[in-house]
T-cell receptor, first 115, second 114 residues
């Protein structure tokens, strides 16, 4: 069984400040991990993914995430927030090679960027 | 690029109506999924399919059914819509069991049941 916990349902950051979104997971097998972003009234778009290669993963729009097995974490960061980063962010874990390759999602973190 | 399309962006139905939500993907993906998204609850899996005519229940299948007659199309059916099914519905697809599980999402259908 897998689960994902995102700490903080809402995060407020100032434009230009660090964005840090926390994600912890549990998985009985080595996981694949994902971060998705959802802009208002749109579907989810993949930001980045971890698939057991490099532990530091770079994604689109300047985001990156680090896989830490000892902490079962996959936190998302961006050094300098932009107004366009205002969105909801979802962390997800998959069960590799399972039928359907289901994803289990966290509850989401909504990011507000203040000018 | 993978494209997942959903038949409607916004839909308003009345209680008791039968509702069909259609999803089509154009990349020959084996797996398709239906989620509902509600504030504070994230995405919850309703049903998924890993092959034509195959379907599996997700976490919240009650009140829903699905149909997958062709590989590219996955339909979600609300047999008798109720107000508690007012939600955002998201369709997704992924390549296959051999893949890493990355899912590609459609734009969503916001369903209101009156």
């Amino acid at each position: 069984a897998q689960s994902v916990t995102q700490l903080g349902s809402h995060v407020s950051v100032s434009e230009g400040a660090l964005v840090l979104l926390r994600c912890n997971y549990s998985s009985s097998v080595p996981p694949y991990l994902f971060w998705y972003v959802q802009y208002p009234n749109q579907g989810l778009q993949l930001l980045l993914k971890y698939t057991s290669a490099a532990t530091l993963v770079k994604g689109i729009n300047g985001f990156e995430a680090e896989f830490k097995k000892s902490e079962t974490s996959f936190h998302l960061t961006k050094p300098s927030a932009h107004m366009s980063d205002a969105a909801e962010y979802f962390c997800a874990v998959s069960a590799p090679k399972a039928a359907g390759n289901k994803l289990t999602f966290g509850g989401g973190t909504r990011v507000l960027v203040k000018p | 690029d993978v494209k997942v399309t959903q038949s409607s962006r916004y839909l308003v139905k009345r209680t008791g109506e039968k509702v069909f939500l259609e999803c089509v993907q154009d990349m020959d993906h084996e797996n398709m999924f239906w989620y509902r998204q509600d504030p504070g609850l994230g995405l919850r899996l309703i049903y998924f399919s890993y092959d034509v005519k195959m379907k599996e229940k997700g976490d919240i299948p009650e009140g829903y059914s699905v149909s997958r007659e062709k590989k590219e199309r996955f339909s979600l059916i609300l047999e008798s819509a109720s107000t508690n099914q007012t939600s955002m519905y998201l369709c997704a697809s992924s390549l296959s069991r051999a893949g890493v599980g990355e899912q590609f999402f459609g734009p969503g259908t916001r369903l209101t049941v009156l």
